[in-house]
C-alpha cells in the first residue's frame, strides 16, 4: 500500500470532526426548502443580516488584536497573522458592488434588502444607536435597539465569546462560522427564484457568489493559517477554540430553528 505523502493537517482534522454534527444540522436545515417565494427570502434576510453584521465584529476585533492602529504605529509580532487578517479585511470591507462602487459586505447584504423590499429599519436603528456612542453590551443587556429577541440571543453569544479576549476562540468563531454554513441548495433555490424576478433578487444573488467564493477560495484556508499561527501546539487553546466553535455555530443553528419558525410550513 503507497502512503500519501501530503501533509495532514491533524489538528484541523480533529476539529472538524467534532463539529461535523452542528455543522450539519445547519447545512441540511428544513429552513432552506422553505425559500419558495419573496416573502420568505425577506423575512430571512431580515434576521440574516445581523449575521452579515455580526461577522464585522469577530473580524474587527481581530484586526484591532493582531494589527496595530494607533496612532504611534509599531509593528505587531505575528506577522503572518496581521497579513492575513488585514487581506480579510480588505475583501470584507472595501468590496465592490453591482455598480463597481465601493461597499462592506454589510452594505451589499443592506443594499439586496431594499432591493427586495425586505424592512432594513430594525438593523438600521442598531447601527446608529452604536454610531450614538452605545456600547454593545449596554444594547445587548438593555435591548435599547429593540432588537428582535431571537437575533439578540445569537448577538449575545458572539459578544460573549470577544468578551472572554481570548485570541484563538474569536478566531476559531470567525473562521468555523463564516458564511460556507449557506449550502449550495440554499443558493441555487435563490437563483431558481431569481429568474422569474430578476429585479427583486440580482443584489442578493451577487452578494452570495461574492461571499461564498471569497469564503471558499480564500478567506477559508486563511483563517485556518490564522488558527495555527494562534494556538501552535498548545492543547488548551485548541480545545478552548473547539469550544467556541461549537458555542457559534450552536448559536446560528438557534438562530435557523427561529426563522424556520416565523416561515411557517
Known sequence: MEVSTKKTDFRILSLHRRIESQRQAILNHALYPKMQSLKEVR???????YAVWDFMSLLKTLQRELTSVDTAWVPTEDRASRKLINEIVVAE???VDLNGEPASHYELYLDAMRQVGAETRPIIRFVQTLQRG????EILRFNIAEVDEDCLEFLKTTHAIIKRGKLHEIAAAFT???EDLIPDMFTALIKKLYKDNPEELSAFVYYLDRHIELDGDEHGPMAIQ??????????QKWLEALE???EALEARLKLWDAISEKLGG
Open 244 to 246: 467556541a466553535c461549537v
Open 134 to 137: 452605545y456600547k454593545p453590551k
Open 226 to 235: 490564522m488558527m495555527h499561527h494562534l494556538c501552535k501546539e498548545d492543547d
Open 176 to 178: 468555523f462560522g463564516r
Open 43 to 49: 423575512i430571512f434576510m431580515e434576521h440574516h443580516i
Open 93 to 95: 470591507e472595501s468590496d
